[in-house]
């Protein structure tokens, strides 16, 4: 039988808090409804009864309350406020046995009400929330992925006869089934679509725990499940536990014979890295040929210090980034390709660098990174990239410049490009210097046209202004 009401979330902790009456009667009602359902019994088979929509009910009557109480009170008594139920609702998710959808939902609203206040105390909120998800979207992406798997199994149907699940369509009678066998794992898919939006939005106010997901911790599997299988939730989860934390990244510009590295946090696709480029190597791109940098609009909304979206108009990239593995192609020689071999073929254009396909801007870089770096050198995993002007453009290429939105991703991510520095030949790693040779062995094999290279260039340095987020 269900538990007598507030017998487990409304401790004395909630009755000794300092609440306005509406605000503590909203919440009551809220715990209430939690305690109303028997111990081990699941939000999905709830939901028969209406339980969810019971509880999104309770949520919004409580976002009511503290959004009336905002209109009579002064600031610093609605964060007072904000602070003690957010502090009651972690303090739910911690100690009760939740269903997954439960859980979901309670922290979604103690989330929510975190991004309406500011704050010192409120930094710690969040802190605290981002802690406590951790294990919570552990359990729930690995019960989420059993369901998945079993997804997986069954058979598929058109699209035009069957229901989307995970990714797959099934028919109707199919995903009945799975739903009615596996009722807590298909409440675990359910909640991860939840889930996902305060965990991100507390990880991403907190590095130190995307850095973890780089590493053996527990996000660091909760990242490789939910890129097993898709929804929304494990879609936005997976592009957050990948986007580069303090990623080394090697940058090589055969044009001009230089390599850069650096360290790249944040920056979650192509495009955000470019923007964020261009404002580093202003010098060196206007001696490949690209006249203007990136905006400060452009810099500041994917530093993380400016809006998520300004209206600015999109900025066009005038360079191109592209990985070793993409291969270099000239007089027919296709130089080091995904396998490493060097194949011929007979596309005759002599006077052209047969580049492949560049990166879109929506390629994710945290995705790109290599795992088959010097594992003696300082770190053995890194981003290795090519950089190319417009004067370099690949026969394969099919959009001049792309054009950039002014818009990043994940609103409290910030993102930076630190520890900038210009290495030549003898300094570079060995794999690194096979890079750039392979590049240059390819640009001398032309006979009607070859880019200016030497190694050991003389060319000044080059010069780096630094982009500094504020970090939350």
């Given at each position: 039988?269900?538990?007598?009401p507030?017998?487990?979330?409304?401790a004395?902790?909630?009755q000794?808090?300092?609440l306005?009456?509406?605000v503590?009667?909203a919440?009551s009602?809220?715990?209430?409804h939690?305690?109303?359902v028997?111990?081990?019994?699941?939000s999905?088979?709830?939901?028969?009864d209406?339980?969810?929509r019971?509880?999104?009910?309770?949520g919004?009557?409580?976002i009511?309350?503290?959004?009336?109480?905002?209109e009579?009170?002064?600031?610093?008594?609605v964060?007072?406020?904000?602070?003690?139920?957010?502090?009651?609702?972690?303090?739910?998710i911690?100690?009760?046995?939740l269903?997954?959808g439960?859980?979901?939902?309670?922290?979604?609203r103690?989330g929510g009400?975190l991004e309406?206040v500011d704050?010192h105390?409120?930094?710690?909120?969040?802190?605290r929330l981002?802690?406590v998800l951790?294990?919570l979207?552990?359990t729930v992406?690995?019960?989420?992925?059993?369901f998945?798997r079993a997804?997986a199994?069954?058979?598929?149907?058109p699209?035009s006869?069957?229901?989307f699940l995970?990714g797959?369509w099934l028919?109707?009678g199919a995903?009945?089934a799975?739903?009615?066998a596996?009722p807590?794992e298909?409440?675990?898919v359910?909640?991860l679509?939840?889930?996902?939006?305060p965990?991100?939005?507390?990880?991403?106010r907190?590095?130190?725990l995307?850095?973890s997901?780089?590493?053996t911790?527990p996000?660091?599997s909760?990242?490789?499940v939910?890129a097993s299988f898709v929804t929304?939730?494990?879609y936005?989860?997976h592009i957050?536990?990948?986007?580069p934390?303090?990623?080394?990244?090697?940058?090589l510009v055969?044009?001009v014979g230089?390599?850069y590295?650096?360290?790249?946090?944040?920056?979650?696709d192509i495009?955000?890295?470019?923007v964020?480029l261009a404002?580093?190597?202003?010098v060196?791109?206007?001696?490949?040929?690209v006249?203007?940098?990136?905006?400060?609009?452009h810099?500041a909304?994917?530093c993380g210090?400016?809006?998520?979206?300004?209206?600015?108009l999109?900025?066009?990239m005038r360079?191109?980034?592209?990985?070793?593995?993409?291969?270099?192609?000239?007089d027919?020689?296709?130089v080091?390709?995904?396998n490493g071999?060097?194949?011929r073929t007979?596309s005759?254009?002599?006077h052209?660098?047969?580049?492949?396909?560049?990166?879109?801007?929506t390629?994710?870089?945290g995705?790109?990174?290599?795992t088959?770096c010097?594992?003696t050198a300082e770190?053995?995993?890194?981003?290795?990239?090519?950089?190319?002007?417009?004067?370099?453009?690949?026969?394969?290429?099919t959009?001049?410049h792309?054009?950039?939105q002014c818009?990043?991703?994940?609103?409290?991510?910030?993102?930076s490009?630190?520890?900038?520095e210009?290495?030549?030949?003898?300094?570079?790693?060995?794999?690194?210097?096979?890079?750039?040779a392979?590049f240059f062995?390819a640009?001398?094999?032309?006979?009607t046209?070859?880019?200016?290279?030497t190694w050991?260039s003389s060319?000044?340095?080059?010069?780096?202004?630094?982009?500094?987020?504020t970090r939350?």
């Amino acid at each position: 039988m269900a538990s007598e009401p507030g017998r487990v979330l409304l401790a004395p902790k909630m009755q000794n808090a300092d609440l306005p009456v509406t605000v503590r009667d909203a919440l009551s009602a809220l715990f209430h409804h939690v305690d109303s359902v028997p111990t081990g019994m699941t939000s999905h088979a709830a939901d028969g009864d209406g339980y969810l929509r019971g509880l999104d009910g309770a949520g919004a009557q409580l976002i009511a309350a503290i959004k009336q109480l905002s209109e009579q009170a002064s600031g610093a008594d609605v964060r007072q406020t904000v602070l003690c139920v957010v502090d009651l609702l972690i303090d739910a998710i911690e100690a009760h046995p939740l269903s997954p959808g439960t859980a979901a939902r309670l922290a979604l609203r103690a989330g929510g009400l975190l991004e309406d206040v500011d704050g010192h105390r409120v930094g710690q909120a969040w802190q605290r929330l981002a802690f406590v998800l951790v294990p919570l979207t552990v359990t729930v992406a690995a019960a989420a992925a059993k369901f998945a798997r079993a997804v997986a199994d069954a058979p598929a149907v058109p699209a035009s006869a069957g229901v989307f699940l995970c990714g797959r369509w099934l028919s109707q009678g199919a995903a009945h089934a799975l739903r009615r066998a596996r009722p807590s794992e298909h409440d675990a898919v359910q909640a991860l679509d939840v889930l996902y939006l305060p965990a991100v939005a507390a990880w991403s106010r907190h590095p130190e725990l995307l850095l973890s997901a780089t590493t053996t911790s527990p996000l660091n599997s909760v990242a490789a499940v939910v890129a097993s299988f898709v929804t929304t939730g494990a879609y936005w989860l997976h592009i957050l536990l990948t986007a580069p934390c303090d990623l080394p990244c090697f940058l090589l510009v055969p044009e001009v014979g230089e390599a850069y590295t650096m360290r790249l946090s944040g920056t979650v696709d192509i495009g955000q890295l470019a923007v964020l480029l261009a404002a580093k190597l202003r010098v060196v791109l206007r001696r490949l040929g690209v006249p203007d940098s990136s905006p400060p609009e452009h810099v500041a909304t994917f530093c993380g210090r400016g809006p998520q979206e300004t209206p600015a108009l999109p900025w066009r990239m005038r360079f191109r980034l592209r990985t070793p593995e993409q291969g270099v192609l000239l007089d027919g020689a296709h130089v080091r390709g995904d396998n490493g071999a060097k194949n011929r073929t007979t596309s005759g254009l002599s006077h052209w660098l047969h580049l492949h396909p560049p990166l879109p801007i929506t390629a994710k870089v945290g995705l790109l990174a290599r795992t088959d770096c010097d594992p003696t050198a300082e770190c053995s995993t890194a981003l290795v990239l090519y950089l190319t002007g417009p004067r370099l453009r690949g026969s394969m290429d099919t959009e001049d410049h792309p054009a950039i939105q002014c818009e990043r991703q994940f609103p409290a991510l910030a993102a930076s490009i630190e520890s900038l520095e210009r290495f030549r030949g003898p300094d570079l790693p060995a794999w690194a210097s096979q890079h750039m040779a392979d590049f240059f062995n390819a640009a001398k094999a032309s006979t009607t046209h070859s880019p200016s290279v030497t190694w050991a260039s003389s060319a000044a340095p080059t010069e780096c202004t630094e982009v500094r987020p504020t970090r939350v």
